[in-house]
């Protein structure tokens, strides 16, 4: 079914007609979404006045196109020459749609506009990591050694019990001499070694509670996650790449160097989210 307007838009052009009209829409019946109320009609603004009381579905120019909510408040800039309109029974409710060209609508809405995001009252604020250091939530840490014959695990583990998750954001190695760092999951604390330090980014906040080891071996700890991290000496390795690195209770991870007899350090920034 086409509905076309009461007066011929292209009037526009020679100054007959006002730059916008309503439409107004009794929702008291449904309008399938399978077979749209289909309106001809020429804009290039679309706005539901304050009248408005319901919600209806609106696709512009084709109905194969995106189907999006609307409700009083909402404004749209966009050139339409058809729009497909699709709503739910609701008794004694309407929707005044506002249409035409050359005028932009400021909605007074905004709760309604800004939807999920939050409203003005109350609004979302998007984390900066700076915040998250002044609560205390960021720590940084390393550990390094020199493992005589044998290869190098330098480890980040979050103890059983710490009430925390660790969030690894950047993982970097260097060895003294040309070669590869391989990185491995170890769920089991290594516990030793005094080449470690750490420290809550925030200084003066808590000591973190995931805990930096180190040790030597003479095969490889734990199940491998990448490998052939090929580097030239005292050339650091970053490990942590689009997504960061998560170590439940009872996790950890463990860096290494895939020649026996090599010295290395690793530095770790994390964050700790409690669970």
């Not at 749609?97 to 609508?105: P, S, T």
């Not at 984390?127 to 609560?135: A, F, G, I, N, Q």
């Not at 390795?237 to 010295?263: C, K, M, N, Q």
Request: proline fraction near 5%; include cysteine.
């Amino acid at each position: 079914m086409v509905q076309r307007p009461e007066q011929d838009f292209e009037a526009l052009d020679h100054g007959r007609l006002q730059p916008f009209r309503k439409l107004p829409l009794a929702l008291d019946s449904a309008q399938p979404q399978s077979s749209p109320l289909e309106v001809e009609l020429k804009g290039t603004f679309l706005y539901l006045d304050d009248d408005t009381t319901g919600k209806v579905y609106v696709r512009f120019n084709d109905r194969d196109s995106a189907r999006i909510p609307v409700q009083a408040g909402f404004a749209a800039k966009v050139a339409y020459a058809r729009l497909f309109l699709d709503w739910t029974a609701q008794s004694g409710l309407v929707a005044n749609i506002v249409h035409g060209f050359g005028i932009e609508f400021a909605p007074t809405n905004d709760i309604a506009n800004i939807g999920t995001l939050g409203s003005i009252a109350s609004p979302v604020v998007l984390e900066r990591p700076v915040t998250r250091s002044l609560t205390g939530e960021y720590f940084i840490g390393a550990a390094w050694m020199n493992p005589g014959a044998d290869f190098v695990h330098l480890q980040l583990f979050n103890p059983a019990g710490s009430g925390v998750r660790l969030v690894v954001e950047r993982m970097m190695c260097v060895m003294l001499v040309d070669g590869s760092l391989h990185v491995r999951a170890y769920d089991v604390d290594i516990n030793g070694g005094a080449n470690t330090a750490s420290r809550n980014k925030h200084t003066s906040q808590a000591a973190p509670a995931g805990k930096l080891n180190h040790t030597s071996s003479v095969s490889y700890f734990g199940t491998q996650m990448t490998a052939g991290h090929f580097t030239a000496a005292n050339r650091p390795v970053e490990f942590v790449g689009h997504e960061p690195l998560v170590l439940d209770e009872g996790d950890g991870v463990v860096v290494t160097t895939g020649t026996s007899g090599i010295s290395a350090s690793a530095f770790f920034e994390w964050r700790e989210v409690s669970t």
